[in-house]
């Protein structure tokens, strides 16, 4: 069975953080993984040291164009999506580009949930770096999830976005077995507050990441966030975070 894992949050909270150091945690399990950045503003392959120049929004555009009438839309849909995936030791990666243009991908986004279907039953899990609207999510391209894992920060937009994407979740009714709240970059001064507050908005608390200077400086020069130390306190963390999880 493949487990489904989401992580979503406000801009800024540091969503793509946490999800490249699950993915460290992940890798080093020995487990088949698949890592989807379904953010728009796509920053999932620059933390995992990787370049993307291609998007299943380039393959869903090629659908919508003119193509043969004979042609068969599925194969050539799953093929090039077998192009465009990122193959790493430990872990491949499909980055899903920028949402929808103009006119209606309701065709085509069918077509890509059927292979989507057949891709992820691959893999023993598949982590999701989404957007606070969680598109990809709303249309079901990816199916069967099981956490969602809402990262917010010390802020209360933080806090209020998290809310937002529980309402959202109710509503679209998409079906996550487990829905956590990750606090990030916590520090001393705010951990009691946050927690307090998270715990009475409802919230499910995960874990809560202390500020990391390494992590930041990494971040502030590019350097890959996957290849952050194991004394890093983020990375520690996140490692606690999985085993309460059973990630």
Known sequence: MTTTIAITGKGGTGKTAVATLLIRHVVRTGRVLLAVDADPDTNLPEALGETADRTVGD???????????DIDKMR????????????NVGYDLLVM????GAGCYCYANNLLRGIMDRITKNY??????TAA?????SRKIIRDPDHLLVVTDGSRKGLTTAE???DLVAELDLGFKKMHIILNKVTPENKESLMMQASELGFKIAGTIPFDAKLADYDLHGTPLIDLPDDSS???EVERICELLEI
């Open 124 to 129: 023993d899990l598949v982590i999701i770096d």
């Open 234 to 236: 983020a990375v520690i």
């Open 97 to 100: 580009g920028r949402p929808d």
């Open 59 to 69: 393959v869903r555009e090629v659908l919508m164009g003119d193509l043969p009438p």
């Open 76 to 87: 050539l849909l799953e093929s090039r999506i077998y192009e465009i995936l990122i193959e």
């Open 133 to 137: 609207g969680m598109e990809h999510l």
């Open 164 to 166: 937002r994407i529980r």
